[in-house]
Antibody, heavy 122, light 111 residues
Framework: EVQLVQSGAEVKKPGESLKISCKAS????????IGWVRQMPGKGLEWMGI????????RYSPSFQGQVTISVDKSISTAYLQWSSLKASDTAMYYC???????????????WGQGTLVTVSS | QSALTQPPSASGSPGQSVTISCTGT?????????VSWYQQHPGKAPKLMIY???KRPSGVPDRFSGSKSGNTASLTVSGLQAEDEADYYC???????????FGGGTKVTVL
């Protein structure tokens, strides 16, 4: 059974750093892209970026390029999303998700983690 | 402001059909056959319902169908059921610079 299990909720202060995780199981981790999606409180979905664990090829939405870093640790089948200096506007639910096997420009997600709530407040 | 435009709400009675529109531009919806639809229940992760305009992932009922004409894509839910009440988001590939853009979401209410 494919599962993506995310790390728990975080409460941080502005300026602090953070790394949240997404542990995959039930499939070949290095064979599927994993992406991250943001959902701010009461708002819609935003595609942040995606990484291929096989070679760490990473692609970012222009809105998130330079704001976050996506990485993986193949040895433990885990993907990460990290910030070096959080802002209050980073307060949101963050989902990791596995890319569906589909067309070359299809970046849709078929399996999702449960979400990690990040709260940034002074 | 979302890149793709969806109506904020839609509704229908059980057994009826509801259609949600998703309007973009020739740089996203109109330019590629990579439109998808996600269903999200409150407090839950999104679920992929339609990809590549009209394909259904395994396990998604055939009551859900997708289509596209020009810069506007549509999701139709036929035979509405109580469990279809949720938020629905469209998304589209938008080129190798933007990758994926989403609509603002449509809340579907089953009356």
């Amino acid at each position: 059974e494919v599962q993506l299990v995310q790390s728990g909720a975080e409460v941080k202060k502005p300026g602090e750093s953070l790394k949240i995780s997404c542990k995959a199981s039930g499939y070949s981790f290095t064979s599927y892209w994993i992406g991250w999606v943001r959902q701010m409180p009461g708002k819609g979905l935003e595609w942040m970026g995606i990484i291929y664990p096989g070679d760490s090829d990473t692609r970012y939405s222009p809105s998130f390029q330079g704001q976050v870093t996506i990485s993986v640790d193949k040895s433990i089948s885990t993907a990460y999303l990290q910030w070096s200096s959080l802002k209050a506007s980073d307060t949101a639910m963050y989902y990791c998700a596995r890319r569906l096997r589909c067309g070359s420009d299809c970046y849709d997600f078929d399996y999702w983690g449960q979400g990690t709530l990040v709260t940034v407040s002074s | 402001q979302s890149a793709l435009t969806q109506p904020p709400s839609a509704s229908g009675s059980p057994g009826q059909s509801v259609t949600i529109s998703c309007t973009g531009t020739s740089s996203d919806v109109g330019g590629y056959n990579y439109v998808s639809w996600y269903q999200q229940h409150p407090g839950k992760a999104p679920k992929l319902m339609i990809y590549e305009v009209s394909k259904r992932p395994s396990g998604v009922p055939d009551r859900f169908s997708g289509s596209k004409s020009g810069n506007t894509a549509s999701l139709t839910v036929s035979g509405l059921q109580a469990e279809d009440e949720a938020d629905y988001y469209c998304s589209s590939y938008a080129g190798s610079n933007k990758y994926v853009v989403f609509g603002g979401g449509t809340k579907v209410t089953v009356l």
